[in-house]
């Protein structure tokens, strides 16, 4: 057992917070909640790797450093938003986003490296947000339609000098003279991201270092010759903060000497002009998709309790050589002929529909008859070691109340 200050965010509808909280005080965590949202905590006790942890292996917590949580609370996407993040992997920021954004909202995530798009993939599928899809373009060169987002977060490639304390060779590694072709991508994303931006659209321009060519340089690169405007930040509690360079204000510069995060950067750049609709904005025509949309209400679901996909936000389910995926209704307006996917739900095999057993975004409300709702982590211990357990009808799975997945029955046992 150790003393930790890892930080983490609890991944689950407000009224849901106590019920993680408590699963994890009853596998031995303590922790503090932090003063810059609701939703953040600070680990204080660490009996085991918290990653470990029942809540994480089933998406209720994300562990993330402290810092890295300011840019999308910076960029602040309303409910319901649509918001693009550039480059998304491993989706620490993204799936925050989405959280922001609630069910009602879309976040396309695009992570330009093909061998990191299935770990941003998994982390989201982990955490059951239905509402975000992913995609795999040079960020640069994303064929997106100009002036056709609200909301862009952007954290690139960079320097990671604010990681330093965690990689001691991140230095050595990025010496000042090898950042330029660091520098020249930060750039040629800044301009994709100016083109893609509506008119009052906002982009958080973010880094994990502290070199003042990978920060204050690109805003005033941004300001001067891209055109965009520097909305002011104020500075979020909890942190200590260093002076901004370059004779800038309103951008943060978090103090990594003070071992409350890493050295992180944030600029909120601002698009002028009003919010006014654009000819290709919000455009939508019937999608091309290589597969067959679904109607629920035809599917044969032989689970019980039968699927809620009346809980899905809106949009619609597809069936890709029986794979069921959700397409949440913002993303059907994307380009024809962009790669993209959404969210699995399950297999479809002559129509009937089996959904995946970690996909608890299709579980009912926790009631009698409806599955195994345990109470205790030993018991979950258990199941998740391969272990069978007597278990009531039903094939959901709960943990004092809290959605988990679907069991698979043999008789009067379950197995996960």
């Known amino acids: 057992m150790s003393r930790a200050n890892r930080s983490f965010r609890l991944v689950c509808e407000p009224g849901e917070a106590a019920a993680v909280e408590a699963w994890l005080a009853a596998q031995g965590f303590a922790f503090e909640a932090e003063p810059f949202h609701p939703l953040c905590r600070v680990c204080t006790l660490e009996p085991f790797a918290l990653g470990d942890s029942q809540a994480a292996r089933f998406g209720y917590i994300y562990i993330q450093d402290r810092s890295s949580m300011l840019p999308p609370l910076a960029l602040a996407p309303a409910q319901g938003s649509c918001v693009l993040d550039m480059c998304a992997a491993p989706g620490s920021k993204t799936g925050f986003l989405a959280q922001l954004t609630g069910r009602a909202g879309f976040v396309l995530g695009n992570e330009p490296g093909h061998g990191r798009l299935p770990t941003l993939r998994q982390n989201l599928r982990r955490m059951n947000l239905v509402q975000a ?65 509506a008119p009052g659209g906002r982009a958080l321009y973010s880094t994990c270092t502290t070199n ?86 035809r599917l044969d679901c032989p689970n019980d309790p039968a699927p809620a996909f009346e809980r899905l936000p809106p949009g619609e389910i597809w069936d890709f050589a029986g794979a069921a995926f959700f397409l949440p209704r913002a993303a059907l307006g994307l380009p024809p002929g962009f790669r993209w996917q959404g969210f699995p739900l399950g297999k479809i095999v002559k129509n009937r529909f089996r959904p995946d057993p970690r996909c608890r975004a299709l579980l009912p409300p926790w009631r009698e008859g409806a599955g195994l709702n345990l109470t205790d982590p030993a018991g979950l211990s258990a199941l998740l070691s391969g272990q069978s357990i007597a278990a009531p009808p039903g094939a959901g799975l709960y943990f004092h109340g809290l959605p988990l997945g679907w069991l698979t029955r043999k008789g009067k046992r379950a197995i996960w």
Not at 252 to 258: E, H, K, Q
């Open 212 to 297: 003042v060519e990978e920060n204050e340089a690109q805003t005033l690169f941004a300001m001067d010759e891209l055109g965009l405007d520097l909305s002011p930040l104020a500075p979020p509690p909890g942190f200590a903060l260093d002076a901004p360079m370059l004779g800038l204000s309103g951008v943060v510069r978090t103090d990594m000497t003070a071992g409350e995060g890493q050295g992180f950067y944030l600029a909120l750049l601002q698009k002028p002009g009003s919010d006014e609709p654009h000819p290709d904005k919000g455009a939508q025509a019937a999608p091309s998709l290589p597969g067959r949309r679904l109607d629920p209400a």
């Open 133 to 197: 899809a992913t995609c795999s373009y040079p960020g640069e060169s994303l064929p997106l339609r100009d002036e056709s987002w609200d909301f862009i977060q952007l954290d690139p490639p960079c320097s990671g000098w604010g990681t330093e304390a965690k990689n001691p060779e991140v230095r050595a590694i990025w010496t000042p003279e090898k950042t330029g072709p660091l520098v020249s991508l930060q750039r040629k994303l800044l301009a994709r991201a100016a083109s893609l931006l």
